[in-house]
């Protein structure tokens, strides 16, 4: 088993506001076939759902940024540290988060979970459900 090098992940990692998305060869390099995903929101499988789901994405914001930070190989483990920005109709919302990548003997991504706080930065800078969001979020920490 061996698993893609730091470089690969960190680059795949990457997006700067204004650059292009990694094309479906770029990740077809990494991902496995029969790729499991998860995040707060949706869950896929397979390489054709991973790829559409990342697709719709691109196509519902008006830019995206991911900036790869901290990084960590053990095994056939990864996780990997970023924060994503999401600029949509002129507002961006920023959501820091990690994924924990899993690789095959091949050393390609067979299952990646990404954990974020989706409710936060996605309510939190709404008028009248912000405050409500915030007020929640202190019930529960507080």
């Known amino acids: ?3 893609p090098d730091a470089e690969a992940l960190q680059a795949l990692f990457t997006k700067p506001y204004g650059e292009a998305a990694p094309t479906e060869a770029q990740w077809r390099e990494l991902y496995a076939d029969d790729v ?9 499988q397979g390489i054709k759902a991973y790829l559409e789901a990342q697709d719709g994405l691109i196509k519902r914001c008006d830019d995206v940024m ?3 930070s ?3 190989i053990s095994g056939n483990v990864a ?3 970023w924060t994503m920005g999401l600029k949509i109709k002129g507002v961006e919302f920023v959501y820091p988060g ?3 990548l899993r690789f095959n003997d091949e050393g390609l991504i067979t299952d990646h979970r990404d954990y ?17 969001v ?7 920490v507080t």
């Open 1 to 3: 088993m061996s698993a």
């Open 36 to 44: 499991h995903f998860t995040d707060p929101t949706q869950e896929k």
């Open 66 to 68: 991911l900036k790869a």
């Open 70 to 72: 901290d990084l960590a």
């Open 79 to 81: 996780f990997i540290e």
């Open 98 to 100: 990690a994924s924990r």
């Open 116 to 132: 974020f706080d989706f409710v936060g930065p996605t309510f939190g800078p709404v008028p009248l459900i912000g405050p409500f």
């Open 134 to 140: 915030r007020w929640m979020y202190g019930r529960f």
